[in-house]
């Protein structure tokens, strides 16, 4: 089979190796010029091409039997809630309006981020809770874009909570330090969230799976065990063994305030093989 993977990061890139060594054709996309070349090492095709521009994307997906929808909003470019709106929608709805319109069958990943705060009540949070904080534009473009992918009978969300692990990807404890650097001492998120968080390679085997099994509608992909530490409890830990001061939480970004159920996805045959990556440094603290 032949796929298209928009967006050529570290997941983009790892799908193709895996998609490659099982068989398949894969051609990828960057938005970078200077990683062209590189990425031929990845892919069999590598065009350049932004989500947003529909009519390249209909081209590089030519012959293609999915695609594979793996960009994300860049948070260095999420400073105010302006730049959140104008960001996300074009890097998430626009992309998404593009991929269905290039191929009936597209995988999606999204983010727990649509399900807001979760509502309320104490049982856990499903694909058939209602999505939430439709006002935040880390929720409000990942829903949208959730709609577009949903409206083809083919289309696959796949709902991820924060990623971590990637070559070169920023740890939790870099992530507070860019909170001071670039924030002020302040983030966008809620103090009592729990902290869920995802390998990357879980994000990639997840994937893979929902392309061998041919897996359509909406799964919530995490660890289905056990529920993280909060917000509050994992950057306050950092910051007091980094020596810094506390961070202020806007409550801006609202995530699930209790456990996510992944048991959908789990009783199609996957499960999370990574643990939290918090719970030793939490003993540490």
Do not use: W
């Not at 998404?96 to 990943?109: H, M, Y």
């Not at 801006?252 to 456990?259: E, G, L, T, Y």
């Not at 996957?270 to 030793?280: C, E, G, I, T």
Request: hydrophobic share 35%.
């Amino acid at each position: 089979m032949k796929y298209l993977i928009i967006g050529m990061g570290h997941i983009g890139k790892a799908l193709a190796k895996n998609l490659r060594q099982q068989g398949h054709q894969v051609v990828g996309t960057t938005t970078t010029p200077d990683k062209l070349e590189s990425l031929k090492a990845h892919a069999d095709q590598v065009m350049l091409l932004k989500g947003h521009e529909t009519e390249k994307v209909v081209v590089a997906a030519v012959g293609c039997d999915g695609i594979i929808v793996t960009v994300a909003p860049n948070v260095r470019n999420t400073r105010t809630i302006e730049e959140r709106h104008q960001h996300y929608q074009q890097v998430l709805v626009r992309t998404a309006e593009s991929a269905i319109e290039a191929c009936d069958r597209v995988v999606f990943l999204s983010s727990f981020s649509v399900y807001g705060d979760g509502g309320s009540g104490s049982d856990p949070i499903t694909e058939k809770n209602p999505t939430g904080n439709h006002d935040e534009p880390s929720s409000k473009y990942y829903q949208q874009s959730e709609n577009l992918i949903l409206g083809r009978k083919q289309g696959c969300v796949l709902r991820f909570p924060d990623m971590y692990g990637a070559p070169g990807d920023l740890s939790f404890t870099e992530r507070v330090k860019m909170a001071h650097s670039y924030f002020a001492g302040k983030t966008i998120f809620g103090a009592d969230a729990p902290l869920y968080a995802i390998h990357f390679e879980d994000v990639v085997n997840s994937v893979l799976h929902a392309l061998q099994k041919e897996l359509t509608g909406v799964y919530n992909v995490c660890d289905n065990r056990r529920v993280p530490a909060t917000n509050k409890v994992i950057f306050d830990a950092i910051c007091d063994l980094e020596d810094l001061t506390r961070l202020e939480f806007l409550n801006q970004v609202k995530a699930p305030n209790r456990k996510v159920s992944a048991d959908k996805i789990y009783q199609s045959g996957y499960q999370v093989q990574h643990d939290d990556p918090n719970a030793a440094l939490l003993q540490k603290a």
